[in-house]
């Protein structure tokens, strides 16, 4: 079965500065990795997704991620924090042909210094 | 971009009445939905999964006699919870996968309702 790890439970950063959140995860081939975004009482929102290819991809809002196999790690990404960024995410990873069941992370929780 | 809607946002209830969640997806027809529940400041755990026409498939531990689940068109799946005791107050989360069709995104792109709250007094 497949687990993700996201070792930060709350990160804070100050505006402007760059954002690394991390993912490891455990899975026994190549899978689906994604990134999803929540704000407070709301539902997810899907940054960007990992299924084949190049192993950096660019998701929405100016983040991206890329999936080091050799780390097992699909680490998010952003150059330069904006205030608004300030949320909670999740790593998420699928395994191909469980019918697109994801496992979630913890969470990173995100907050953003003026 | 696909759109799953969930309905109420916010349910509150007496223990022991049952309470109904819908999802539904408004601009596509999914015919797998995915019920999670998401503890405060915890992840997301996967209860079941909702497939057209045939019987949800639970996970390990989770009640199917507590947690009906019905998904009895392409864009309707229900979640009904059952004779609600405070522990089951939490915050429910429905998505559905987008498959096919012209344009559509990749095979696993899953799209997530906006979440219902429910509180059992």
């Known amino acids: 079965a497949q687990s993700v790890t996201q070792p930060d439970i709350h990160i804070t950063v100050s505006e402007g500065a760059s954002l690394e959140l991390r993912c490891n995860y455990s899975?026994?081939?190549?899978?689906?990795l994604f990134w999803y975004v929540q704000s407070p009482g709301q539902g997810l929102q899907l940054l960007l997704k990992?299924?084949?290819?190049?192993?950096l991809v660019q998701g929405i809002k100016g983040f991206e991620a890329e999936f080091k196999r050799s780390q097992s790690s699909f680490n998010l990404r952003k150059p330069s924090v904006h205030w608004s960024d300030a949320a909670e995410y999740f790593c998420a990873v699928g395994a191909r042909g469980s019918g697109d069941k994801l496992t979630f992370g913890t969470g990173t929780r995100l907050a953003v210094r003026p | 971009g696909a759109v799953v809607s969930q309905h109420p946002s916010r349910v509150i209830c007496k223990s022991g009445t049952s309470v109904k969640i819908e999802c539904r997806s408004l601009?596509?027809?999914?015919?797998?939905m995915f019920w999670y529940r998401q503890f405060p400041k915890q992840s997301l755990m996967l209860m079941a999964t909702s497939n057209e026409g045939s019987k949800a498939t639970y996970e390990q531990g989770v009640e199917k006699d507590k947690f009906l689940i019905n998904h009895a068109s392409l864009t309707l799946s229900t979640l009904t919870v059952t004779s609600a005791h405070p522990e089951d107050s939490s915050f429910y989360i429905c998505s559905a996968n987008l498959k096919g069709g012209a344009g559509q995104a990749n095979t696993g792109e899953l799209f997530f309702g906006e979440g219902s709250r429910l509180t059992v007094l």
């Open positions: 899975y026994g081939a190549t899978p689906y």
């Open positions: 601009d596509f027809q999914a015919t797998t």
């Open positions: 990992y299924f084949s290819g190049d192993t």
